[in-house]
């Protein structure tokens, strides 16, 4: 499974001693999952790899937040279920980037209409959503066994890069990789989820991007879900090539106390982020019964904020800056012609 190749290949990187602690956990309203942590290593800082599936009740808020970005559905509580992985790698030297992806699968049942029953038992049951089961099942083992009902589903997701200093190959190679997985399903894809990464992963009380971007789109619908789903796992298969090679390019490379300094500076704009932005960390905190500690596990250990910080333009940081301000098209594809979904 991609989830367990991801570990383990992150843990070949590091010292032999140096393993991921497997948290399986079940959530009181319904379903749990598996969070694997990584700390204090000598090449990774902190490394989280989270899967869960779930169910429960969305509150007005959740369901407030989804109305606002245009979902058609019913004010008040409504029954959810929902699958993802997710993953986020904070490396400790400054020279290798921070990498971000999350995969999910979303269903909405609401009171009244035709609803279509999902049964979902072991991996040889094949309705819909199971196909997406399948891929996790053999992580959660038993924890997948329930019947639902659902009315509207839809996939989201994405990966994108941070890095501290600017790596121009680096990053041609990494969004590369991502628009040779999105080219396998549909040509225009990758400049149409590259622009909405831009747009999402953005700062906006700083003017900056979180990172040089990558993918992303939510909201994704299509009437053979078995589809959209292979595309979402071309997406998440690409995360190992993507990075890993980064990794190896840099572990070893020589820094100093202004790098690191300036590393925990970016790492504070990655904290603003995730709790002022993300949709997932709202959505997570809004969720009676959530997990915590799964939910911001995407936080470094260490960050730092200074007042009025602000790198020279002609330094090796300003660069960075100018580049989070002003996004580059790595592949120098044209822009595509109609705006992303919001």
Known sequence: ???????????????????????????????????????????????????????????????????????????????????????????????????????RYFEVQEPGGTTQVIIVLQSNVSSPPCFLLHSINPFLGELIHKLYFCRQSWFGGGTDLTPYYLD?????????????????????????F???????????????????????????????????????????ESVIPSYLPLVKKHKDDAYGYHERQWQLLRRGRYVEFNLIYDRGTKFGLYTPGARFESILMSLPLTARWEYMHIPSPDSKEGKLVEILKNPKDWLEIEKPSTDTKK
């Open 1 to 103: 499974m991609f989830e367990a190749d991801f570990c383990r290949a992150l843990e070949e990187e590091e010292d032999e001693e140096t393993k991921f602690l497997v948290d399986r956990w079940e959530r009181p309203q319904g379903g749990g999952g598996i969070t694997c942590i990584l700390q204090d290593g000598r090449v990774f800082e902190k490394a989280g790899v989270n899967i869960s599936v779930v169910k429960g009740v969305l509150p007005p808020a959740a369901v407030q937040q989804m109305r606002a970005r245009g979902k058609s559905l019913k004010e008040g509580e409504l029954p959810f279920f929902a699958a993802g992985v997710s993953s986020v790698i904070h490396p400790r030297n400054p020279l290798v980037p921070t990498v971000h992806f999350n995969y």
């Open 168 to 192: 121009e190959e680096d990053s041609r190679h990494f969004h590369s990789q991502l628009k040779a997985a999105c080219d396998q399903h549909d040509p225009g894809y990758y400049a149409k």
């Open 194 to 236: 590259k622009k909405w990464c831009d747009d999402y992963f953005n700062i906006t009380h700083r003017g900056e991007r979180r990172g040089v971007g990558g993918i992303f789109f939510d909201d994704l619908e299509d009437p053979d879900p078995e589809k959209t789903f292979q595309f979402v796992t071309s997406c998440a």
